[in-house]
């Protein structure tokens, strides 16, 4: 579920007082103060849009990188709220190695810097790969997300995201408009359907590809002259219910479809 990102002045008095409270109660065995404070969790979820164009570059960049690759998109809000529209996608100059991405800062500021307006003020996605690992961030992957976020006012938001070949993904969106951080689980990813179509031709397969569902038989014996169903039971097979043990001789055996001897007493 969703975040919240700041507290309010409200929230930071109720939370001062909450602490001094804290402290008058404290027996500190070490010398040593330790204070958590969770937020709860919202009710709202995230909607990330992705044009063809960005969507298609995106993959074919995890897909045919060998080491991991980073790239920018541009951003703007959707028409609905908490609504992300991903326009497209920019590679800006890197060095990579199979597990980092570098950047050389006077090389990535003149890449920067040269972009016209409407596309530099909508720079507001920042995601690489992770080729065949684990999507979850990394230390250095934090670090470089709070970069980015300190540089943000509070009517801004910014799109994280971690993607490798396998088609896992991390993805943060922090909203500071809306005082909200979206991850993976509280994010609907949509294409927008445009000129190529790829969304209308995904609709249609999912129309012509159904999943086939399967009922298993139910296991049958004959008792009485007539056929029943019976639940499988480890101990079926020519042993006593609830034991491992042999049914004695004497007991009345029935004959059942698997071609394997039962007690009658198992049976009750």
């Known amino acids: 579920m969703a975040k919240v990102i700041k507290m309010t002045e409200q929230e930071i008095d109720t939370l001062r007082d909450e602490f001094v409270e804290a402290l008058r109660k404290t027996k500190m065995s070490d010398g040593k103060i330790s204070y958590t404070k969770d937020f709860g969790k919202i009710e709202k979820r995230a909607t990330l849009l992705y044009t063809e164009i960005a969507w298609l570059k995106q993959c074919m960049l ?3 990188f060998d080491k991991e690759v980073a790239w920018h998109g541009v951003a703007v809000r959707g028409e609905e709220p908490c609504e992300y529209i991903i326009e ?24 920067l810097y040269k972009h016209p307006d409407e596309i530099f003020n909508n720079i507001r996605m920042q995601g690489h790969s992770h080729v065949n690992m684990g999507t979850s961030p990394s230390a250095v992957d934090t670090t470089l997300y709070e970069s980015f976020l300190s540089q943000l006012n509070d ?10 070949k396998r088609g896992e993904r991390t993805i943060k969106i922090y909203d500071l408009a809306e005082n909200t951080l979206f991850e993976t689980a509280d994010v609907d990813l949509r294409i927008i359907d445009n000129d190529l179509g790829f969304g209308s031709f995904i609709d249609d397969a999912k129309d012509m590809v159904k999943t086939k569902t399967y009922t298993p038989p139910a296991t049958t014996q004959y008792k009485g002259g ?10 079926a097979y020519g042993y006593r219910k609830g034991t491992k043990k042999k049914a004695a001789s004497g007991d009345k055996y029935h004959y059942n479809n698997y071609n394997n001897w039962y007690s009658e007493d198992w049976y009750d």
């Open 88 to 111: 497209d996608i920019l590679v800006y100059p890197q060095e990579v190695t199979g597990a980092t991405v570098n950047t050389d800062q006077e090389c990535y500021q003149t890449w």
């Open 155 to 164: 009517t801004m938001f910014y799109v994280f995201s971690i993607w490798n």
């Open 226 to 235: 007539s056929q029943v169903p019976v639940a499988k039971d480890p101990y």
């Open 62 to 64: 995890v897909n045919e």
